[in-house]
């Protein structure tokens, strides 16, 4: 089979451009586009998408198993991205649970996981990843959040964003195909080693309301074990933030 290929000039949001035509693209089609006039983040903020320096891109991957199977999937793409970095040379990011790709506290990398389909039946993930590679200085002070380059990290020599792009699209096809056949368990490890919450003094702010605790690392469901006064917790879903100690 061969996955779709499409680079856009200008798009709404790769991800919406993949989800208006989740009936008819194969399995692993990339979508990338130039620029996006409405990118997505997590949580229904917008992803600020310029032309000419970032790598916006959505992938599609089917699952027959149905999404009950893929917790972690979001986790595991954080993985790939930091394959992604390490092929390129790139040292000095890690991740926030649950898929943040940060350094010196600053987002690298966003990662949007959207599902649909069934429960235990054929679904489908559509995987949206923004990497900046080179931010302007107006970029970083609209963004709301402390954000970071790739170039920053290469001291100062961004790399190629076809190389960024190509090493991306590698480790998509790679990592999703065994993410299909391994599930997180496979990742979970990796994860590990570029954990950026292990050991840290936590603040988690979720639908249950406020706890604090000590990062104690991720399950094999990818859930977030909390160390507590009370034992290890293990968490799904929350807004974490470092404290300070
Ligand atoms: C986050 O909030 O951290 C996730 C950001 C995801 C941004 C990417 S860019 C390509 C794809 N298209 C979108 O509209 N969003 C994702």
Redesign the pocket.
């Known amino acids: 089979h061969v996955g779709a290929l499409e680079l856009h000039w200008e798009i709404?949001?790769?991800?919406?451009e993949i989800q208006r035509r989740l009936g008819t693209l194969p399995d692993l089609s990339m979508i990338l586009?130039e620029t996006?006039s409405?990118?997505?983040?997590?949580?229904g903020?917008a992803?600020l998408?310029p032309p000419g320096l970032n790598v916006?891109?959505?992938c599609l991957k089917r699952f027959d198993a149905g999404f009950a199977a893929l917790s972690g999937l979001s986790l595991a793409v954080g993985v790939i991205v930091m394959r992604t970095l390490a092929a390129l040379g790139i040292q000095g990011a890690g991740l926030k649970w649950p898929?943040?790709v940060l350094s010196d506290g600053g987002?690298l990398?966003?990662?949007?996981v959207e599902l649909s389909g069934e429960y235990q039946g054929p679904c489908a993930a559509i995987i949206?990843?923004?990497v900046n590679v080179r931010l302007t200085a107006a970029l970083r002070e609209q963004a709301g959040q402390p954000i970071n380059d790739l170039a920053n990290l290469a001291h100062g020599q961004a790399p190629d964003r076809n190389l960024v792009a190509a090493s991306l699209i590698a480790a998509l096809v790679e990592g999703l195909r065994q993410f299909e056949h391994e599930g997180f368990a496979g990742f979970v490890e990796a994860y590990g080693g570029h954990d950026l919450l292990r050991g840290k003094p936590l603040h988690l702010q979720g639908a249950l309301g406020e706890l604090d605790g000590v990062g104690a690392g991720v399950d094999a469901r990818g859930a977030l074990l909390l160390q507590t006064p009370a034992g290890v917790l293990s968490i799904d879903s929350a807004d974490v933030t470092v404290r300070r100690a």
């Open positions: 709404d949001s790769t991800s919406n586009a996006q409405a990118g997505r983040g997590r949580r903020r992803w998408s916006y891109l959505s898929n943040d987002k990398a966003g990662i949007l949206g990843v923004g």
